[in-house]
């Protein structure tokens, strides 16, 4: 379904989608379209290709289009967009191999028209390489529609901020953010080559027709800038305000930070309701940098708010509604207070004590997003469990896999004098270790091994936020535990699994995240698990009575007008709480996911938590050392 809104701050075409799949499946069949009309014409189409997660399922679509449908891609020629420097054709996490695995292994494109950026050419070839592509472009008439995702940095290929308009295919330096972003795939930040061949700025808006795909909360802040604000080099996707044959398509999570989404009273009439109206009360209050309850009438009607004071003003009315609403999202007592009134708490008094599920994507996200939380609910007397849904074995580094095995040989030789079943399970990780190629997949031992070495780590993690280690549950789910990155594919154990748990606790609070996740990573996956579990439950008496509480993830910050529970923490849980994330050594350097280039992903948790206190604060509220925020997540929204 289309979301229709107001979008005059937007100087690009935006369509939104309420899921990433059907804006996908909807790009593949314009994609077949063009290929269809150049057909009939007698033409072959031109088309410029990304890689990335963003377009997976678009590819997918497009698969599914020639193994169902027949549709042939013989017509087809490609030019990808990028390629990093130096990479041969055989690295795994080459673009080369990318788009083989993704799309050209299982459509019939004939090879000799796939063209995809060399990362092998010597690098004295590089610039001849790169005006040789260039000329393949233009001399087969021009891309006739290029795909395009969008970097964090805002970059579209490889163009990092700075890259001009005229910019044409060339080799660039990687940005450290792009470098962090892929830290993840390349098993570290130091392993990521560190230039790139990238079609250019002029390259791209050569093309007849683009279209840029853009899902996921992470994406939001960058895509609203390319989307709203003047074009520049410093984000280089506003740069595409210059074509004027634009489309993007965004997903709601992707689309979070326009206007119309955001403030859409700033660029629309509004039929307020009580979310929209919390949302503006609180949004003005930032703006005009006042507590809720000394607004006035002008700041209303000043900031464009007069719609609102006369339907529900004046100021005085409004600001002490809201000041209570906001004032009744915080709470000490998470999982309800006992005997006490609870009409205005966020959770029920009864029952007491409550069973609490926590339910993580991988050891590591409940922490960052409830860590304090957790302990709270422990402290007061809930039955709480957490369980891990993945091992996370993929991003523990091979060196601590090794050192986890030196020990166990050691031990085994200092304690039994010789070998035991582990030492030799040990021994033989070791030994693949040592004979692994870089960036081969891991043997079943060495993702075992990895896997027990964060299944310590959470156990740990879980002791200092207060939850005894017997409380802990691994649930192994088999779309991570036997596939890789990008490529999990969710499959009915998967579900039974989760429907297992669930049903085995019948949880009054059911705390889960990963809600506005891109869709290829771990967290949304997971999160998919979880809400296709709560469907098949649906009729279930025990679910009706729970309540479903959205956590954030590690990269995720909510306004305050999207909170309905809000837990304050000391300064004291707080640096418990941090303890308990440093638990997770093997992460240390897994600091992909940050939005702030200075601060590590242990840092960025505690920083994320005090800005919800500072947030509350100049509201007018009392003032935290920090909050974790929750909101409540109904499944048939
Ligand atoms: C890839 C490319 C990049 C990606 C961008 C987003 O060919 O050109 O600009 O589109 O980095 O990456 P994902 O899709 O992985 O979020």
């Not at 088309?47 to 599914?64: D, F, H, N, Q, W």
Request: charged residues 25%.
């Amino acid at each position: 379904m289309n979301v229709i809104e107001e979008n005059r701050r937007e100087s690009i075409s935006t369509q939104l989608f309420s899921s990433a799949n059907e804006a996908s499946l909807i790009v593949a069949q314009e994609i077949v379209e063009l290929i269809k009309k150049n057909e009939q014409k007698g033409k072959k189409t031109i088309l410029g290709l990304a890689t990335g997660s963003t377009p997976i399922g678009v590819y997918k679509e497009l698969i599914r289009f020639h193994k169902k449908d027949g549709i042939s891609f013989s017509s087809l020629i490609t030019f990808n967009l990028d390629e990093y420097y130096p990479i041969s054709h055989k690295h795994p996490e080459s673009y080369y191999c990318f788009m083989r695995e993704q799309l050209f292994d299982h459509i019939d494109v004939p090879e000799e028209q796939i063209n995809i950026p060399d990362g092998s050419v010597d690098r004295s070839k590089v610039f001849e390489y790169c005006k040789n592509y260039e000329n393949k472009i233009s001399e087969l008439g021009g891309l006739d529609l290029q795909i395009l995702g969008i970097g964090r940095t805002g970059h579209i290929g490889f163009n990092e901020p700075g890259s001009t308009v005229d910019s044409r295919t060339r080799l660039v330096h990687l940005d450290s953010l792009t470098k962090k972003d892929a830290a993840r795939d390349f098993l570290g930040e130091e392993n990521v080559p560190r230039y790139a061949i990238t079609m250019g700025i002029g390259t791209i808006l050569d093309a007849r027709k683009i279209i840029l795909l853009a899902w996921g909360q992470a994406k939001s802040s960058v895509l609203a800038g390319a989307i709203e604000h003047k074009p520049s080099d410093s984000l280089p996707a506003s740069l595409l305000q210059g074509h004027s044959n634009v489309q993007i398509y965004a997903d709601l999570s992707a689309a979070g930070e326009l206007t119309r989404i955001k403030h859409p009273w700033l660029v629309k009439l509004m039929e307020w309701n009580p979310a929209t109206i919390r949302a503006a009360v609180t949004w003005l209050s930032q703006k005009v940098q006042k507590p809720v309850l000394k607004l006035l009438d002008e700041d209303y009607s000043e900031c464009g708010l007069s719609d609102l004071l006369t339907q529900d003003g004046p100021s005085y009315d409004l600001n002490i509604k809201i000041f209570n609403e906001v004032q009744h999202t915080l709470t000490g007592w998470p999982g309800g207070k006992p005997e006490s009134p609870d009409e205005y708490r966020p959770e029920r008094a009864t029952p007491h004590p409550k069973r609490a599920l926590i339910l993580a994507p991988e050891p590591l996200d409940d922490v960052i997003g409830m860590g304090g939380t957790m302990h709270r609910l422990v402290d007061q007397g809930h039955e709480v469990t957490v369980a891990y849904l993945t091992s996370g074995n993929l991003a523990v580094p091979d060196t601590d896999a090794c050192k986890a095995a030196e020990l166990i040989i050691d031990l085994a030789k200092q304690c039994e004098n010789g070998e035991t079943a582990e030492s030799r399970f040990a021994q033989r990780s070791w030994d693949e270790l040592q004979s692994k190629d870089d960036f081969a997949i891991d043997t079943d031992n060495i993702r075992r091994l990895k896997g027990l070495i964060r299944r310590g780590e959470g156990k740990m993690a879980c002791e200092v936020c207060g939850l005894s280690a017997d409380r802990v549950r691994f649930l192994n789910l088999p779309f991570y535990e036997k596939g890789k990155y990008r490529q999990f594919m969710l499959n009915n154990c998967d579900i039974e699994l989760v429907v297992g748990l669930l049903e085995e606790l019948r949880p009054h609070q059911l705390y889960i995240t990963g809600a506005q996740a891109e869709p290829s990573t771990v967290q949304a996956v997971c999160f998919d698990a979880t809400k296709r579990a709560l469907d098949n439950l649906a009729d279930a008496d025990w679910l009706k009575e729970c309540y479903l509480w959205l956590y954030r993830g590690s990269s995720q910050e909510w306004g305050i007008h999207e909170i309905d529970m809000a837990v304050p923490l000391s300064p004291t849980e707080l640096g418990n709480k941090v303890q308990g994330i440093y638990q997770h050594q093997t992460q240390r350097s897994q600091a992909a996911i940050s939005d702030k280039r200075t601060r590590d992903i242990w840092r960025q948790a505690e920083d994320c938590d005090r800005r919800l206190g500072a947030a509350y604060d100049q509201l007018g509220l009392a003032e935290y050392e920090a909050i974790e925020g929750f909101k409540r997540w109904c499944t048939r929204a």
